[in-house]
Each structure stands twice: as structure tokens, then as C-alpha cells.
């Protein structure tokens, strides 16, 4: 070839970023599955059939709506948009179990029902990329939605932003964070009828909050081994834990108060220890570049934690929201320009 024809062949770019896995996305979906399964199974084990029946319900509304889609696609000759069921059940397994035990069911549907309309389908289908988790989008929209019927005569109370209940806490002051933690305590550990401590049972049995984080220690060593399995973003989990953690040693030594209480408390609620390895390592919505990883987990934590402080209820899932739109920009640092292309030409 001469060096005019070398010079004549168009480069193809591909704009990064990108991953090798060793396995198809069909895969990483039904092992997911299978992951979160564990957890479900401990969650009904803890919870008892009110946590089964928002589970089931979730995955089966979502597995439904799939359905219908799925064959409408077929009959028109389009191209289905999942040929595999597992990504939209395991966004209906991600919404059973990020639902407060306490929630009604309709809450369960509706969460369902946006999740796999809005945010699965219509998310890919009019934009290039996943900007936001569906399932924490759907629960964020969700929890605005009724915090405005606040202005309401008749204001529904369950699953508000600002709960009445979390609005009287204080959990700044040693002796306020610990009046707060009443709600876990007096658990009894079934057959061994021992009582738990409030951070036993933050850690290993609890009947309050997300049903996914019903038995934190469960959700860290599923999450841990299917972070090594699955090859998720161990990054985001290792910085996002490890920074939660030092901010609750720090606030309760600067405060005064049990430092270990406040680590069971800040890390192991269910909205955190689930939402960090299912949720915040979701491959489309969050960065790819290692650093980047590692600042997202940060940030996340920080913004998570300042949001607990606040009493924000699911406050964990509007920063990893903040955190999904920023993941554009995010995914742009430490991208270094291919040798022989110039910025302008589109590297970054």
C-alpha cells in the first residue's frame, strides 16, 4: 500500500469507554438474578410474607409488562429490545427488594410499573445510553410525588421524602442519634431467642426499612462474592463503604456517642449496604475510568450521608441519582486522546 493510500483509509473511531466482562450481558443479568435471590430468600426468612409478597409482585408486574412488549415487538416486525427476559427481572427484583417493608403493595406496583415503562424501555429508547438507574429513578419520582400531596387535606404519610417520624430526629447529638435508634431494638434472634443490640440488629436482623437489607451481614457477603463472580465495579463499593465508614467514626467521635453504633447505623441500613453493591455498580449509569470509580463511590457516600443527617428517607438513591447524571462527565477523566488524533478531532 502506498502512502497515499495509507494516508486515503478512514480510521474508524469508537468512543470509549469500554469493558470485557468474559460473558454476555444475558449472563451477568440471570447471575445477578441468582445473586439477589439469595438475599430475597433471607429477606422473606426476616421479614416474614409481607417482604415475599412485594418481591413477587415487583418481578411479576415487571416480568408482564416485558411480556407484552416483547410479543407486540415481534408482531410488528421491530426488533425486541431485551430478546432475554433477565435484565427486566432483575430490575423487578431490584425494586421488591429496595421497597420499605411497611409500604403498601399499590406503592410496590407503581414502582414496578415506572421502572420497566419509563426508565428500562423508554430510557434506551430515546436516549444513546442509561443515564439513570431505573430502578432509583422510579422510587426517587415516586417519593416526590407523594411528599407534594404533603399539601394535601389528606396527606398519605407512607414513603414521603420528609416523614413525619424522621423529621423529630436528631442524629447529630450523641444523646439524640441514640433516642433514634429505639426502632431497632428489643429484636429477638429467632430459635436462639437472644436479644439483639441496636447494631446486632442493624447488621443482622432487621424487621424495619428495605427489605433488601434485611440482614446487612447477608447482603455484604452475597455482594461481596458476587462482586468477585460478576466482576462488578469493586471500586465504587470499596471507596463508597470505606468512606461511609471513616465519616461515621468521625461524626461519632466528634460528637460522642458508640462509633460502632454509628457505623451499623450509617453503612448497614438497607437503603446502603443493598443500594452500594446491586444499585450503585449498575454497569450503564455509572463511570467506567478506574479514578472515576472511585470518585463516584466517594461522592456517593458523602452526599448519602449528609442526606441521612437531614433524615431524608431514601436519601441513599437521590445521590446515587445526583451521582447517574454526573457519571457523563465522569466517565471523561483519565480518557487520554489515541496517539495521532487531535482534541478537536473528538478525543477527549
Known amino acids: 500500500m502506498s502512502n497515499e493510500e495509507e494516508n486515503a483509509v478512514e480510521y474508524v473511531k469508537v468512543e470509549p469507554p469500554h469493558m470485557y466482562m468474559g460473558f454476555t450481558k444475558d449472563e451477568l443479568m440471570f447471575k445477578t438474578f441468582l445473586s439477589m435471590s439469595f438475599i430475597a430468600l433471607a429477606s422473606v426468612i426476616v421479614m416474614g410474607l409481607d417482604a415475599f409478597f412485594h418481591i413477587m ?42 421497597m420499605p417493608i411497611a409500604s403498601p403493595f399499590l406503592v410496590t406496583v407503581t414502582v414496578a410499573l415506572i ?77 436462639l431467642g437472644i436479644e439483639l443490640s441496636p447494631a446486632q440488629a442493624l447488621v443482622l436482623w432487621q424487621t424495619h426499612g428495605w427489605i433488601g437489607g434485611a440482614s446487612g451481614i447477608v447482603v455484604l457477603v452475597v455482594g461481596a462474592l458476587a462482586a468477585y463472580w460478576l466482576k462488578f465495579k ?30 451499623a447505623f450509617h453503612v448497614f441500613t438497607g437503603s446502603v449496604i443493598f443500594m452500594v453493591f446491586f444499585m450503585a455498580t449498575e454497569p450503564q449509569s455509572t463511570p467506567m475510568p478506574e479514578i472515576s470509580q472511585i470518585i463516584f463511590g466517594v461522592t456517593l457516600a458523602l452526599l448519602t450521608f449528609a442526606l441521612q443527617l ?39
Open 310 to 348: 437531614l433524615n431524608v428517607l431514601g436519601g441513599s438513591i437521590i445521590a446515587l441519582l445526583v451521582l447517574n447524571l454526573a457519571t457523563p462527565y465522569l466517565d471523561k477523566i483519565g480518557i487520554r486522546t489515541p496517539y495521532g488524533l487531535r482534541e478537536d478531532d473528538g478525543g477527549t
Open 115 to 191: 421502572t420497566i415503562l419509563v426508565f428500562k424501555y423508554g430510557q434506551g429508547a430515546y436516549f444513546d445510553r442509561k443515564y439513570v438507574n431505573p430502578a432509583a429513578a422510579s422510587k426517587t419520582v415516586l417519593l416526590v410525588l407523594l411528599s407534594l400531596m404533603i399539601f394535601l387535606e389528606d396527606s398519605l404519610d407512607v414513603g414521603m421524602i420528609f416523614h413525619p417520624h424522621h423529621l423529630s430526629l436528631d442524629l447529630l447529638s450523641a444523646e439524640g442519634f441514640q433516642d433514634s435508634m429505639w426502632i431497632f431494638s428489643g429484636k429477638i434472634l429467632p430459635i
Open 234 to 263: 469493586w471500586r465504587i463499593i470499596i471507596s463508597t463503604l470505606t468512606t461511609m465508614t471513616a465519616l461515621a467514626v468521625i461524626t461519632g467521635l466528634a460528637v460522642g456517642g458508640d462509633p460502632i453504633l454509628r457505623i
Open 57 to 98: 409482585i415487583a418481578v411479576v408486574t415487571v416480568i408482564l409488562v416485558h411480556g407484552l412488549i416483547f410479543y407486540y415487538q415481534k408482531w410488528r416486525g421491530m426488533k425486541p429490545t431485551y430478546e432475554s427476559p433477565s435484565s427486566p427481572m432483575v430490575a423487578g427484583l431490584i425494586v421488591g427488594l429496595a
